[in-house]
């Protein structure tokens, strides 16, 4: 069936280093894309989402990357901060399935001051 | 900042029990969502709602029950707990445009169930 997955279960990154988390999708459908962060004991927050019309998009701090061709998405923090230590899911969704989200399993961001 | 709420935080309960989690939303969303999430792990969709008198299943069986009467309010119910059904419970809702959009999540419940 289709399926979300990440590369990497944990990552740990020096503070000011910049980090790039990585994803893959099955579906060939998947036309939007969103990163989440959660902290322990916290719901899911927002990050940064992208549509499949694009292959890059930027926020504070942070960047996206889409290759449909490979179907990889990416997430890139800049300088990385004690306060970016969480898990970040990625997940996807196609207009077939009803707008319901597909999430990945999660990797596990450690900043090492 | 998301205006979504969900109630309690916590709860231990023991097995057999009715148990119902609150989730509200002051956004006016349409859709909103419950998901399961085991520590650690991915969150999987139980239950779903498009509108007031809208609810469907999603991907994960569950054995809770949503109800929608209003807007911004979407409860799930277990008739009677078990400790299989131990896990946190996240509530989400998003705008109705008719394409994928953004989810906004509350807190979540931890439910321990003895």
């Known amino acids: 069936g289709e399926s979300v997955g990440l590369h990497l279960p944990t990552l740990s990154v020096q503070e000011g280093d910049n980090s790039i988390i990585n994803c893959a999708y099955s579906n060939s459908a998947s036309d939007y894309f969103i990163w989440y962060k959660q902290e322990s004991g916290k719901g899911p927050q927002f990050i940064i989402d992208i549509r499949s019309n694009m292959d890059k998009r930027q926020g504070q701090r942070v960047t996206v990357l889409l290759n449909k061709t490979v179907k990889h998405l990416s997430l890139q923090i800049a300088a990385t901060q004690p306060g970016d230590s969480a898990v970040y899911f990625c997940a996807e969704s196609d207009y077939f399935g009803n707008e319901k989200l597909t999430f990945g399993t999660g990797t596990r961001l450690t900043i090492i001051p | 900042e998301a205006d979504i709420y969900q109630t309690p935080r916590y709860l231990v309960i023991g097995t057999g029990k009715k148990i119902t989690l609150e989730c509200s939303q002051t956004?006016?969303?349409?859709?909103m969502y419950w998901y399961q999430q085991d520590p650690g792990m991915e969150l999987h969709l139980i239950h779903y709602s498009y509108g007031v008198n809208s609810t469907e299943k999603g991907d994960l069986s569950s054995e809770s029950t949503v109800s929608r009467i209003r807007t911004e309010h979407f409860p799930l119910t277990l008739e009677s707990a078990r400790p299989s059904h131990t896990s946190q419970y996240l509530c989400?809702?998003?705008?109705?445009?008719?394409?994928?959009?953004?989810?906004?999540f509350g807190p979540g419940t931890r439910l321990t169930v003895l």
């Open positions: 989400a809702s998003s705008d109705r445009r008719g394409v994928p959009d953004t989810q906004y």
């Open positions: 956004m006016g969303h349409d859709k």
